[in-house]
C-alpha cells in the first residue's frame, strides 16, 4: 500500500474499539498511560483494568473541544476522521505526540514495510464534534448530535441487551455495522417489507422529511403533539428505522438518512433510472453537439500550490474559524490572474483540507504527504462532501457564515445526480446542458430535494434557489474549477441554453476513484532559476520552499524561480543557505548555477559583534578619553573596547551615576546643550582627590574648543581651557544660564565638559 493510502475514495482499513486496542496495549505501556493521567483503578469494580482505562479516557477536554489542541495536531487529528479512523503514514509525525501522550491516538506498524498506522479508536470518532469540510450528513456527524436517547436506542438494538454509560462505547457495535457496506446491505435487504418502503420513500424524496410528513408516509392515524410539533409514536415504523440507525432525528422536528444508507438504498432506484439514461445517452450521442468556442478546465493544483506559497507571506493574516478576507481573494485572483469567484472556491477547499495551516510542510501527515497528483483527488473529495462549498448559499463559502447558523444545505442529491448524468457521457463527447438539466428535473428525488430547499431557506433566512439553478451552478461553475468538465460557449450571448460539456479525463478519474493514466513527472529546473514542478514531489516539501522562492506561472504546471534577491531576502529573514540547499534538493536536484548562487550568498565577508549599551559618550581629547577609560572611578562605567573618539555607557548605568563618577574625575556631562546636574551633590573638602585630579588635568591638557553636531544619543567633549584663563570666562561658552544652574565654586579648577545628545553623527559629518 503508498504512502497516500489515505486518499479518499481508496480502500481504509476499519478502525478498532477502543477496549480492543487498549487490551493489544504491552502491560508496560498501559501502565505508563495510567501514571500519565493518573487514571484512578478500582480493584473492587467488575469490569477490568482496560474498561475502566477506557471510561477515563471519555472524559478528556480534548474530546469536547479539540480547540484547545496546538494547530498542527488538531489538524492532524481531523485527517485522522476524514480516514475513517485509520491512517496511514510513511512515518511518525511531530505533531501526533501530545494524542499519543493523552491516549488519544495510537501508532501501530503498517501493513507496507516502513509505514505506520495511526489509530483513533471507534469512540472517539463518535465523540468528537464536526467541523467544515466534513460531510455534515454522514453517519459520523449525524450520531455525534443526537440525542442520548436515540443514541442508546441504537446501541441497545445492535449489543442485544440494554446500553450502559458511557454510550459511545455501547454505539461502537453500531458503527460497525453502519460502516461496513456489506453488512449494511444485509441488514437493510432483512427488514420488513413496510420498513423498506417508507425507507425508499424517504430517500425519494431526498433523504429528510419533518415529522409530520414521516407520519403519513407510514399511514400513522395518531398524532401526539409537543412543544416542536407532532411527535413520532415509538411504535411506529419509523421508530424501528430510527432504532437500527437508518433515520436520524435532527432537532428539532427533522429526520435525515445518513449518506452511507441513502447509497445502499438508492442502488434499486438508479437500476430502474437506467432506461432514462439511456434515452439522454441516445440522444447525446446522435448529433453532434461540439461548440465552435470553448473554454478547457485547467488542472487547478498549479494555482492551489501558488496560493499556499502565496499566504506564507508574514503580511497575509488568516484567523481560523472566519471567512476569508475578500481583500485577500481579489489580491490573489490579481497576481495570478484568475477570476475571483473561481479562486474563492479553491481558497475554500484549501483551508478546508488544511493546505493554509502551518503542518503543511511535515511531509509525516497529510496534507504534506500528498503527492501534487494527488491534490486534484483531495480538492475534489472535500467539494463532494459539502461542508466547505454550498452553491445553494449566494457566496458558497460556509465559513463566511456565523458559527451558530452554518446549517448545510440538501443540496447532497443534486450534486450527485449531476455527477452521475456526467458519469453517462463518454469521453470526448459534448453535451448540450439542457439534456443534463432535463436529467436533474426528470430525477424522482428533485421534488423533493426542492421542498427541502425551500425550508433550508426559510430557516437561514435566503432567498430559496431551484434545484435547477444550483445544479447549474455545480456543473457550469464548481465542476469546472475542479478541473472535471470542459464548457462550450454558446453561440448566443444572451442566454446559456446553448451551453454545452464535457468530461475531462481528470474528472472521469475522479468519478471512477482510479489511479492517472499517465505516471507523474519528477520536479526539474528548466532553467538557471525556474523550478517545475511535477506530480511526484510532496506538497510539504513544495510549500517549504515558500521564504526563499518566487512564484511565476501557473498555467499547466507551477513554475517558482529562485532568484538572488529571494536569497538575500530569505537570508535578512534568518534562513540560512544550508537549509535552502536542504530543502531545495528535497523536490530537485541543483543545477550548478544554483549550487553557486547558495554559496556566494553563504560567503562571510566579515564579522560584526553586537555590544549591549545604554548610549555613547563623545570624548574628542584622547588624553581625556584615555583618562576615562582607565581611571578606577570611571573604568566599570564603559564597554572595553569601545570605537575611537568616544566611550560607550555599559549597560544598567543610570545618569546620576555616571554624571557624579566623570565630576569627580573633573569631567562635566552635557546633555542638550546644558551640564547635567546630579539630584545631590556631595560636599567636597580641600585637597581631595576629585580636586587635585582636576588641578593636574588642567596643567597638563591644551586647550581645545570643538564644537559637535548630532542626531543620536550621544557625548560631545570638550578639553579644558588654559589656565590663564579666568575660571569664570573658561565656563561662560558652555554653562547655562544663571537661572538654570550654578556656578562651580571659585577656587575648583576648570571642568571639561561633554554633552548629551539624541544622536550619533559620524566623524565625518561632525561641524568644527
Request: proline letters at 9%; a neutral charge; aromatic letters at 4%.
Amino acid at each position: 500500500m503508498p504512502p497516500n493510502s489515505h486518499v479518499p475514495g481508496r480502500g481504509r482499513a476499519q478502525p478498532l474499539r477502543l477496549e480492543d486496542v487498549l487490551r493489544r496495549l504491552p502491560e508496560s505501556e498501559l501502565e505508563s498511560l495510567i501514571g500519565r493521567l493518573r487514571v484512578r483503578i478500582d480493584e473492587a469494580k467488575r469490569i477490568d483494568v482496560p474498561s475502566q482505562v477506557a471510561r477515563a479516557l471519555l472524559a478528556l477536554p480534548e474530546l469536547r473541544d479539540p480547540g484547545v489542541l496546538a494547530a498542527p495536531t488538531r489538524e492532524l487529528l481531523y485527517r485522522i476522521v476524514e480516514s475513517g479512523g485509520v491512517l496511514t503514514v510513511p512515518r511518525v509525525p511531530s505533531a501526533v505526540e501530545p494524542l499519543v501522550a493523552r491516549g488519544l491516538v495510537f501508532v501501530r506498524a503498517a501493513a507496507q514495510l516502513g509505514g505506520v498506522d495511526l489509530l483513533l479508536p471507534v469512540a472517539y470518532l463518535l465523540q468528537l464534534r464536526t467541523w467544515e469540510g466534513e460531510d455534515p450528513r454522514g453517519l459520523r456527524p449525524l450520531l455525534v448530535q443526537t440525542n442520548p436517547d436515540v443514541a442508546a436506542s441504537i446501541a441497545t438494538h445492535y449489543l442485544g441487551r440494554p446500553a450502559t454509560p458511557p454510550v459511545v462505547l455501547s454505539l461502537e457495535a453500531a458503527w460497525d455495522t453502519l460502516t461496513d457496506p456489506e453488512q449494511l446491505r444485509a441488514s437493510i435487504d432483512a427488514l420488513a417489507p413496510l420498513e423498506r418502503k417508507l425507507l425508499a420513500s424517504i430517500e425519494e424524496v431526498g433523504g429528510e422529511v419533518d415529522t409530520e410528513e414521516l407520519l403519513d408516509l407510514e399511514r400513522e392515524p395518531m398524532r401526539l403533539r409537543g412543544a416542536t410539533g407532532a411527535t413520532p409514536s415509538r411504535r411506529g415504523v419509523g421508530f424501528a428505522l430510527e432504532r437500527r440507525g437508518f433515520l436520524i432525528p435532527v432537532h428539532p422536528n427533522r429526520h435525515v438518512i445518513p449518506t452511507e444508507v441513502a447509497l445502499v438504498v438508492g442502488e434499486r432506484r438508479r437500476a430502474e433510472r437506467e432506461a432514462q439514461r439511456r434515452e439522454i445517452l441516445t440522444f447525446v450521442l446522435g448529433e453532434d453537439h461540439a461548440p465552435r468556442r470553448a473554454r478547457f478546465a485547467e488542472d487547478p493544483v498549479p494555482l492551489v500550490l501558488a496560493m499556499a506559497i502565496a499566504v506564507r507571506d508574514p503580511s497575509v493574516e488568516v484567523r481560523p474559524g472566519v471567512g476569508t478576507p475578500r481583500s485577500l481573494v481579489t489580491k490573489l485572483a490579481a497576481r495570478f490572474g484568475k477570476p475571483p469567484e473561481n479562486v474563492a472556491v479553491l481558497v475554500s477547499l484549501s483551508r478546508a483540507v488544511g493546505l493554509w495551516e502551518a503542518s503543511v510542510m511535515s511531509t509525516a501527515a497529510p496534507p504534506g504527504s500528498f503527492r501534487v497528483h494527488d491534490l486534484g483527488r483531495v480538492l475534489f473529495e472535500a467539494w463532494r462532501r459539502g461542508g466547505a462549498w454550498d452553491e445553494a448559499r449566494p457566496d458558497g463559502e460556509v465559513l463566511r457564515i456565523a458559527a451558530d447558523a452554518r446549517e448545510s444545505s440538501p443540496i447532497g442529491v443534486i450534486r450527485e445526480i449531476v455527477l452521475e448524468a456526467l458519469a453517462e457521457l463518454g469521453d470526448g463527447n459534448w453535451a448540450p446542458w439542457e439534456a443534463v438539466a432535463a436529467y436533474v428535473r426528470a430525477d424522482p428525488r428533485a421534488p423533493g430535494v426542492g421542498r427541502l430547499i425551500e425550508r433550508w431557506s426559510q430557516r437561514v433566512g435566503i432567498e430559496a434557489p431551484t434545484p435547477a439553478e444550483v445544479a447549474r451552478r455545480i456543473a457550469l461553475e464548481s465542476l469546472h474549477v475542479l478541473g472535471v468538465v470542459d464548457l462550450g460557449d454558446p453561440d448566443s450571448e444572451e442566454d446559456d441554453v446553448g451551453t454545452t460539456l464535457r468530461i475531462t479525463p481528470r474528472g472521469r478519474s475522479f468519478l471512477e476513484g482510479s489511479s492517472p493514466r499517465s505516471e507523474p513527472e519528477p520536479s526539474r529546473f528548466v532553467d538557471n532559476e525556474l523550478l517545475r514542478v511535477g506530480g511526484q514531489s510532496r506538497i510539504g516539501t513544495i510549500v517549504a520552499l515558500a521564504p526563499f522562492v518566487e512564484v511565476g506561472s501557473v498555467a499547466g504546471s507551477l513554475d517558482i524561480s529562485l532568484t538572488a534577491q529571494a536569497v538575500s531576502l530569505a537570508l535578512s529573514a534568518g534562513y540560512d543557505t544550508e537549509v535552502m540547499r536542504g530543502r531545495l534538493e528535497a523536490v530537485a536536484a541543483l543545477p550548478d548555477p544554483i549550487a553557486r548562487l547558495l554559496v556566494q550568498a553563504s560567503a562571510v565577508l566579515g564579522r560584526a559583534e553586537f555590544v549591549a549599551t545604554e548610549g555613547f559618550l563623545w570624548v574628542e581629547d584622547p588624553e581625556v578619553r584615555e583618562m576615562l577609560r582607565t581611571r578606577r572611578q570611571t573604568s566599570e562605567l564603559f564597554v572595553d573596547p569601545s570605537p575611537p573618539a568616544g566611550l560607550l555607557i555599559a549597560p544598567g548605568v543610570d545618569m546620576e551615576r555616571l554624571t557624579r563618577r566623570c565630576r569627580g574625575l573633573g569631567v562635566e556631562v552635557i546633555v542638550d546643550g546644558e551640564v547635567y546636574r546630579t539630584r545631590t551633590v556631595a560636599p567636597t573638602s580641600r585637597g581631595s582627590g576629585a580636586r587635585r585630579l582636576s588641578s593636574e588635568l588642567t596643567k597638563s591638557v591644551t586647550p581645545s574648543s570643538r564644537r559637535s553636531t548630532g542626531t543620536m544619543k550621544s557625548v560631545q567633549a570638550q578639553g579644558p581651557r588654559a589656565s590663564t584663563i579666568p575660571p569664570s570666562r573658561s565656563t561662560s561658552t558652555t554653562q547655562p544660564p544663571a537661572s538654570s544652574s550654578r556656578p562651580p565654586p571659585c577656587d575648583e579648577a576648570p571642568a571639561t565638559r561633554v554633552s548629551i545628545r539624541d544622536s550619533y553623527a559620524p566623524p565625518s559629518k561632525r561641524g568644527r
